[in-house]
């Protein structure tokens, strides 16, 4: 079981930066045995994958509307994974993810079969 809390969400102006922070906390499996994954959803609009991250951080895998603007990163001692979102625009409004697949091989960025997912966190970004 793993238990995952976003922060770091706001308002910002359209070419600002943001930082997502997403805390796990997990209990038999350790954190740095979960691929990490994140996620947006629009008003109106389907959940779509921005990116993942792999257990040891060497492949991560992007959408291609985030691809250079966006980067994802872990940090197994805390826990913790990070969305680093640069050159934003109003289209990337919407509440963002993350979530954590067991599945997964340790090389593994996956963009489908997650197993545990945040509350969210909303990210809003003004023309």
């Known amino acids: 079981q793993v238990q995952l809390v976003e922060s770091g969400g706001g308002l910002v102006q359209a070419g600002g930066s943001l930082r997502l922070s997403c805390a796990a906390s997990?209990?038999?499996?350790?954190?740095?045995?979960?691929?990490m994954g994140w996620f947006r959803q629009a008003p109106g609009k389907e959940r779509e994958f921005v990116g993942a991250?792999?257990?040891?951080?060497?492949?991560?895998l992007y959408a291609d509307s985030v691809k250079g603007r966006f980067t994802i990163s872990r940090d197994n001692a805390k826990n913790t994974a990070y969305l680093q979102m640069n050159s934003l625009k109003p289209e990337d409004t919407a509440v963002y993810y993350c979530?954590?697949?067991?599945?997964?091989?340790?090389?593994?960025?996956?963009?489908?079969?997650?197993?545990?997912w945040g509350q969210g966190t909303q990210v809003s970004v003004s023309s």
């Open positions: 979530a954590a697949d067991q599945e997964s091989g340790p090389f593994s960025a996956p963009r489908i079969g997650y197993d545990y």
């Open positions: 997990a209990s038999g499996r350790t954190f740095n045995r979960y691929a």
């Open positions: 991250i792999s257990w040891t951080g060497v492949n991560v």
